[in-house]
């Protein structure tokens, strides 16, 4: 009897050893979970600030979208302005150039 008592005591105080040896490293994962709890919400704030400093140009680009859009379509108009009296160049000034020939030939 006494033996299976000392077998018991023997097992308890591994359980007991086991015991220790867990609480330890639960414990060593709360201290590693609170650094990251820590490093998020760190990130977060410095995450917030970020969008808070950047909002107003945010803002701003999305009010300059419709001005940029109009600069882009009177662009636009002036190429097809500007194309469109090159071709007129293109087909008027030879007929310009062979009447200038003529009337400066025609006074000598």
């Known amino acids: 009897m006494d ?18 040896e867990l609480l330890a490293k639960l414990e060593e994962n709360t201290r590693t ?4 709890k820590a490093q998020m919400e760190n990130h977060v704030e410095e995450y917030r600030t970020f969008t808070d400093k950047v909002q107003p140009a945010i803002d701003s680009i999305e009010t300059m979208q419709a001005g940029v859009r109009v600069l882009g379509k009177i662009g636009s108009a002036v190429g097809w302005v500007g194309q469109n009296l090159r071709r007129i160049v293109v087909w008027v000034a030879p007929f310009v150039a062979v009447i200038l020939a003529l009337f400066h030939w025609d006074k000598k």
């Open 33 to 36: 979970t609170a650094a990251v």
């Open 3 to 20: 033996n299976k008592l000392k077998e018991g005591a023997a097992k308890f105080d591994e359980l007991a050893e086991g015991q220790k």
